[in-house]
């Protein structure tokens, strides 16, 4: 056997041995998280999460992962999981230090539950809810994406470019949603997201933006005696922080959306808002 067979052979074993040390690993990583305790908080982007989360860990002297920064920038993983061409438990793995931590905070787990469910069985839920058409604009904003327009090409728009994931946002296909306009996909995907709490609304506690906004500190609380969490730091001067940036929640939706973009949004997004409340 010459060189290049020699070579290609022990490259073969290493791989072989590289693979096999990592199902160890893994194994015993998942078996280890069985019966850790997490207060996982799920709900679409730009709900106010990560000020609650944070809110939270801060009250409670817990540790929070807010996003799973690692993961932002590799689009993927999401794929990768709803098409059934990886494992869940290989995402968890992977990004074990985030998951490490007590109170876990990713928009994008929202379309994860019953994966979740299987990994952390013990765990309990918050679902953040906001209104859709603000919710819409929050997103857009942080995007800097006009809402008027009748369809974008994503390559246009820096956001888009410097974190790729965002893009999925505004697919909503993948969700298993029709094929529409930024906005609609935007809208089914607020629906989708939507269904996660309406599913099984006796699993999850409820938070509601605007009512985090009209009392933060009550808000918090509330949230911690419903999960046994300690009250032990004083937040009161840290609940306005501003963890993300803001957005322009004074301009009139119609002026932001146009009269045809905010008609899309009533018309996928009604009869879903209607159960959380919220008048279209």
Avoid at 47 to 72: Q, Y
Avoid at 101 to 123: A, C, G, M, V
Avoid at 166 to 178: F, H, M, V
Wanted: hydrophobic share 35%.
């Amino acid at each position: 056997m010459d060189n290049s067979g020699i070579c290609f052979r022990v490259k073969r074993k290493i791989s072989n041995l590289k693979n096999e040390k990592y199902k160890r690993e893994k194994v015993k990583y998942i078996e280890s998280i069985k019966n850790d305790y997490k207060l996982i908080i799920l709900g679409n982007q730009k709900t106010g999460s990560t000020a609650i989360a944070a809110l939270i860990g801060m009250r409670s002297d817990n540790a929070v992962a807010l996003d799973l920064k690692d993961a932002i920038t590799d689009v993927s993983w999401q794929l990768v999981q709803k098409y059934k061409v990886g494992y869940f438990s290989d995402f968890v793995f992977k990004y074990k230090n985030d998951f490490s931590k007590r109170i876990i905070k990713e928009p994008s787990l929202t379309f994860y539950k019953e994966e979740l469910d299987l990994l952390f069985p013990n765990s309990e839920y918050i679902y953040i809810s906001r209104h859709p058409v603000d919710n819409i604009r929050s997103i857009l904003n942080r995007l800097k994406i006009p809402g008027h327009l009748d369809g974008i090409d994503f390559d246009d728009w820096d956001e888009l470019n410097m974190y790729p994931i965002w893009r999925l946002a505004l697919d909503s296909t993948w969700l298993g949603q029709p094929k529409g306009n930024y906005i609609e996909s935007l809208a089914y995907r607020w629906c989708v997201a939507s269904q996660c709490y309406l599913k099984s609304p006796n699993d999850m506690y409820l938070i509601k933006y605007e009512d985090f906004t009209q009392n933060k500190v009550e808000t918090i609380d509330i949230a911690c005696d419903r999960f046994s969490l300690p009250k032990l730091r004083d937040i009161s001067e840290s609940q306005n922080r501003q963890y993300q940036t803001k957005g322009s929640s004074e301009i009139d939706p119609e002026e932001f959306f146009g009269p045809k973009n905010l008609e899309k949004i009533r018309k996928i997004c009604g009869d879903t808002a209607e159960k959380f409340g919220y008048h279209l």
